[in-house]
């Protein structure tokens, strides 16, 4: 039952994904790629990746689209149309993914008791996270305890990111209205 809903929701990723790259209206495309995020968290839950999909919604579903709908805001309703083929960027797709597929043929199967993850380091996370820490959800101990300062790393990359994008917008929605005002 649960590989059904991993294909189904694959499915309308892989929908959504065509959708995006054959419209021309960008407030349609901004909408589609937050469904596309929020789609995406979906199969993560169904992953048991949970902490992933938080992530990828409140980042990729809601975020991403507040600052392109911004951005659209300073755009034109429709994108122009492009002045050459596109022959080159779908070989250019083809070869990269070609190099990734590539890259994974070695790796052990999804979720096998085989793989170096699971001899190695998963077994020590899960006998002492929470003697070590307290904390009874392994994945909370790992990103807050052990990993506890990469983590606050990574967020304050995300904060500035945002503040930047924030105050680029902001100093172009401001010089546009002083030159109005004039």
């Known amino acids: 039952m649960m590989i059904a809903v991993d294909l189904i929701l694959f499915a309308f990723l892989i929908l959504t994904a065509i959708a995006i790259a ?3 209206n960008l407030f349609a495309v901004a909408m589609l790629s937050g469904l ?12 048991d990746a949970v ?11 809601g975020v991403s689209t507040i600052f392109m709908l911004g951005a ?3 755009m034109p309703r429709e994108e ?10 779908l070989v250019l797709c083809l070869v990269t993914g070609a190099a990734l597929v590539y890259g994974t043929i070695d790796m052990p199967a999804f979720g ?3 793989a170096p993850v699971q001899r190695h380091v998963g ?9 070590e820490t307290g904390v009874p959800n392994v994945v909370t101990a790992v990103l807050a305890s052990y990993r506890g300062y990469d983590t606050l790393g990574e967020t304050t990359v995300i904060f500035v990111a945002a503040i ?9 929605l401001g010089s546009g209205r002083q030159k109005g005002g004039e």
């Open 22 to 24: 054959r419209l021309r």
């Open 36 to 47: 596309f995020s929020l789609l995406a968290a979906g199969l993560f839950v169904a992953l």
């Open 51 to 61: 902490d992933v999909a938080f992530t990828e919604a409140a980042v990729g579903g």
């Open 72 to 74: 659209l805001a300073l």
């Open 80 to 89: 122009k149309r492009p002045v050459h083929g596109a022959l080159l960027p």
């Open 112 to 114: 096998s008791p085989d």
């Open 123 to 131: 077994p020590e996370y899960l006998a002492r996270a929470l003697p």
């Open 164 to 172: 930047s994008v924030l105050m680029i917008l902001g100093i172009s």
